[in-house]
């Protein structure tokens, strides 16, 4: 904010209009002594609110008014204009430009205040001059006296000045206004206790009397109360019951449905598995007895082998040394190439061998996926069904509308009564479930509301709720609401804020009919991230509206904040319709997962069917290569009987071949069987890996289902009990009492405990019988005087509950004031010291408290060191020492807390050349975020401003300005005073 022109007419010795433009920045007005300058520092300070004429240096207010002069009349009338520049929106005026002035008439007492030529109040110019830190009590306004009484003041005086720096001054006008208040409430507080006590000297006396009457009639009727209240809460709490035990024996059995479909599945699963494991052990058995059959036999024919190997080559050498060497050699040579065949048959029957183990390997993984998918498979139909089960129950409780307040319930129910009902407030707005919390919060029981057309529907079902009894509603006529807003600028700041959300009715959809209704419910509520963003938005906006998370915590206006935890088991009613959305939607998503997991399935069956296939088609290979070598291995043997019967030793020969044979089929016996047991153990294994998870989970389920067999047994053997009992009270109801139940709920509420209730009946007959004869005549006077009694007593009470609530607010108060205060303290003496510094060119300075155990009264000392000098208190400085420190402490309040404008009348008029110059040079410094008006006759002030104004009397007794040049100030001053 700006000052950019002062108007003055009449006011003091500005008998003419005086108009003063000013740019912003440095200005100086100049003028010889008894010239009028300082009046423009009265006139300024005149309009923001000075009320003491003595402060204007008058005796009284009528002085500031122009008292005539030898050459002009006395005027009537003292008006002083101020236009301010407020782009910067620093006072919460809808005008970039803004006047604020005052006038007064001469004889006819009182001021009168405008803003923009429009009449206001003195208190409407205080606020302004107050929020935007130009009050006339503030540093804005300094001369020379304020500096003298910066240095010559004591700490508690001195404190004043870092209370006006720190804003405090409000919570201390209103912390005075609350020990009035105190005062006056502790005033009327003994007033009524003096009256509270004569009552009860003749309560005392009466009581006495009225004692014995009364009380039989207040035991006659406590013990009727009792009797029926018990019987009413007694079936109030029986009907609870059912309600809880059929919601719970509901959600038991489908969730004992949901674990029987798993179970059936895991079973079914777990049977399949334990039959193929167990006929696969069955096949190994048979696999692992033959094979160690053979080895055995295998190992018998080896080591016979071994013995007859030796005697079959000396035949065969013998023979060829003694047959003739052609046909030794053509027999030879046909035996080598048939045992290459047997060879070459022998390699590819092995390749095969290990092509089937291959094979084999890629089945066994197959067989994994298929169990893996059929796994996935069951679990996706656990999933659908109990997503099915679920859809239902939430189905069935929107459709009951258990929720729903009973008044609200009736009239949904007979909505067909009414033509211009629309629903629940519920049932016409939805929100996405990230924000139903913050939403359903607002609302609150809002979302209950009946919305209906206008207010005769309103008015007619309001009849008929009381006509039937049924309960209560609020309802929400739609052409008697209006919408709900903030206001534009505040909307423009949250948006700018991190942790602004929105606002709260565009997270809500609904259908156009109904845009005023959201409008209205929550058009002027603020959606925030955390609680920390909604404290500080709350803040940002002045605590004038209601600010919501998304967790669901509340600001109110004013400051009042709800929050923490919620029972998330709660049913809540936005989210009873999310929750049927999304289970919808996810169903159909399910369904596909099943259809898809289906084809997958098929798919790999296929795959281990063709499999399997291929490893029968390789054994039958296999098979086919053993048969070819074997058929070649008897042309071999054949051969070599031919060659050995050449000689003598024939028939031994023959012998050993065919035991050569039989080693080579117990081989490839061999071979066989250890990859076909390899095989089956590789499959059980991977059986009994797959089987432990289900058999882990099969028992959980089972023994889930034993707790909700109890619990459904339980809950039905307490509902028959509930049930019964609830058909007892109500007889005795009807036949000790002759009342409904409705009745005796309207009329007859128990407040003690049940157990302590039945108690006090039997306690309360025997009383009553005790008492004997009773006279009731001394009742009345002794009821009138306890009424008068009460009600004193309530309003001791509202009193000191207001004394309380004022003393909270002190506390609250000096909390600020202190925070306020070590606040500027810590940020001004940072400050402080750099400005002294640059004052001084060098040494040191602070401030602190005189008393730092106190604060909130605690005075304020001032500590200098300059430069090659000990530090010591601002009291024992020199006259020039001590108002350079007193200024480089303003300038360092001024720079830890700008404010818009100061006008400094002669402040340095105490320093030294020197000192002047740097005190000019510091004003250029601050003058970005200050704009300063400086009233001077000091040469070294003027060279530094930026604008300068002449204050000169051309007529006697009357001012005037004129714009100076800073270059002819000095010798227009000098001329002036000569």
């Known amino acids: 904010m700006k000052l950019i022109k002062v108007e003055a007419q009449g006011f003091k010795s500005f008998a003419d209009r005086v108009v003063l433009n000013f740019d912003g920045g440095v200005v100086g007005i100049i003028g010889p002594n008894g010239s009028g300058k300082s009046n423009i520092n009265d006139a300024i300070k005149w309009v923001l609110g000075e009320q003491s004429s003595k402060a204007l240096r008058g005796d009284k207010m009528e002085d500031v008014i122009f008292a005539g002069s030898k050459t002009m009349r006395e005027l009537n009338k003292a008006e002083v204009i101020l236009t301010f520049d407020n782009s910067d929106k620093a006072v919460s005026i809808p005008h970039d430009i803004f006047t604020i002035s005052r006038v007064l008439h001469r004889g006819k007492g009182g001021n009168e205040y405008y803003i923009n030529g429009e009449i206001a109040r003195y208190r409407d110019i205080k606020e302004i001059a107050m929020e935007s830190g130009i009050s006339k ?142 006929e696969l052990e069955v096949v190994a058995d048979k696999m692992q007895s033959e094979l160690s059959s053979v080895e055995k036999e295998l190992h018998t024919l080896e080591i016979r082998q071994t013995k007859i190997n030796q005697r079959r080559q000396d035949i065969i050498d013998g023979l060829i040394e003694a047959s003739p060497k052609e046909q030794a050699e053509n027999l030879q040579k046909e035996i080598s190439q048939i045992e290459a065949k047997i060879n070459q048959y022998r390699s590819y029957e092995e390749n095969t061998q290990q092509k089937v183990v291959n094979v084999s390997e890629k089945a066994k993984e197959v067989e994994l996926e298929l169990i893996k998918t059929t796994n996935e498979k069951h679990k996706v139909f656990s999933f659908l069904e109990a997503a099915k089960a679920r859809l239902k129950v939430l189905e069935e409780y929107k459709n009951n509308r258990s929720n729903l307040f009973k008044g609200t319930k009736v009239i949904l129910e007979h909505a067909s009564l009414f033509k211009g009902l629309k629903g629940a407030v519920i049932d016409l707005i939805k929100t996405d479930k990230e924000f139903s919390a913050a939403i359903e919060t607002t609302l609150a029981n809002a979302l209950q509301h009946v ?245 882990e989970k099969k028992t959980q389920v089972e023994n889930d289902i034993y707790h909700l067999n109890n619990q459904i047994s339980k809950n039905e053997t307490n509902l028959e009990k509930a049930n019964y009992l609830i058909s007892q009270n109500q007889k005795r109801l009807t036949e000790h009492y002759q009342m409904t139940l409705e009745n005796a709920q309207e009329s007859y509420k128990l407040e003690a405990d049940i157990d302590e209730a039945r108690k006090i009946v039997e306690e309360l007959k025997k009383e009553i019988k005790a008492l004997g004869n009773v006279n009731l005549d001394s009742i009345k006077e002794f009821e009138e005087q306890e009424e008068r009694y009460n009600n004193l007593k309530e309003n001791e009470e509202e009193l000191s509950n207001a004394k309380n609530i004022i003393l909270e607010a002190i506390a609250e108060m000096d909390k600020i004031i202190v925070n306020k205060i070590q606040e500027t303290v810590d940020i001004v003496n940072r400050e402080f010291k750099n400005v002294f510094m640059s004052m001084f060119g060098g040494g040191n300075a602070r401030v602190q408290y005189s008393d730092p155990e106190n604060i909130l009264e605690t005075g304020i000392e001032i500590f200098a060191q300059p430069p090659g000098k000990t530090i010591k208190n601002l009291k024992l400085f020199s006259g020039g020492e001590k108002a350079i420190i007193a200024i480089s402490l303003l300038f360092a309040i001024i720079k830890a807390k700008p404010i818009p404008l100061c006008i400094l009348d002669e402040v340095e008029a105490a320093l030294d050349e020197a000192n002047v110059i740097r005190y000019a040079e510091f004003l250029q410094s601050l003058k970005d975020k200050t704009q300063f008006i400086v009233i001077t006759h000091r040469h070294g002030t003027m060279t530094k401003v930026d604008h300068l104004f002449g204050a000169t009397m051309q007529k006697r007794g009357v001012t005037s300005f004129f714009s100076v040049e800073i270059s002819k100030a000095k010798e227009l001053l000098k001329n002036q005073i000569n």
């Open 451 to 695: 919305v209906v057309d206008n207010s005769e529907t309103a008015v007619k079902a309001v009849n008929f709720l009381k006509q039937n009894k049924a309960g209560w509603a609020t309802f929400i006529p739609l052409n008697s609401i209006q919408p709900r807003e903030i206001r534009h600028d505040h909307l423009m700041a949250l948006k700018t804020q991190k942790g602004f959300v929105a606002m709260a009715h565009e997270l809500v959809e609904t259908t156009k009919e109904f845009e005023k209704l959201k409008l209205y419910l929550l058009g002027n509520v603020i959606v925030a991230k955390t609680i920390e963003d909604a404290n500080s938005l709350s803040k940002l906006i002045q605590l004038k509206y209601m600010v919501v998370t998304l967790d669901g915590d509340v600001i109110r206006p004013g400051g009042i904040m709800t929050g923490g935890s919620k029972d998330e088991k709660q049913n809540s009613l936005l989210k009873i319709d999310q929750d049927i959305e999304q289970i919808k939607a996810k169903i159909p998503t399910l369904n596909e997962q099943k259809q898809a997991l289906d084809i997958k399935e098929q798919k790999i069956l296929q795959e281990k069917n063709m499999l399997i296939s291929s490893i029968g088609e390789l054994n039958d290979t296999v098979k086919e290569t053993r048969n070819k070598r074997v058929i070649l291995m008897d042309r071999s043997d054949e051969l070599k009987v031919k060659f050995a019967s050449i000689s003598s030793s024939n028939f031994e020969i023959a012998q050993i071949d065919e035991l050569a044979k039989q080693i080579v089929d117990l081989e490839v016996k061999k071979n066989e069987l250890e990859t076909n047991l390899k095989i089956t153990k590789s499959r059980i294994n991977v059986l009994t890996l797959e089987m432990q998870p289900s058999l």
């Open 137 to 278: 009590s503030s540093l804005a306004i300094i001369s020379q006296g304020t500096i003298s009484d910066i240095a010559e003041a004591s700490p508690e005086q001195r404190r004043a000045i870092i209370e006006e720096a720190a804003g405090t001054s409000k919570y201390k006008a209103r912390k005075i206004e609350a020990l009035r208040k105190l005062e006056s409430t502790e005033e009327a507080l003994s007033k009524i206790r003096l009256i509270i006590n004569e009552i009860e000297k003749r309560l005392s006396t009466l009581s006495k009397q009225a004692e014995k009457a009364k009380t039989f009639i207040e035991k006659t009727d406590a013990l009727k109360s009792i009797e029926v209240g018990l019987i009413v809460e007694d079936l109030t709490f029986y009907n609870n019951q059912i309600l809880e035990l059929n919601k719970s024996l509901e959600n038991a059995k489908v969730a004992k449905q949901e674990l029987e479909t798993e179970r059936e599945l895991l079973i079914a699963s777990f049977k399949q598995n334990s039959e193929s494991k167990i």
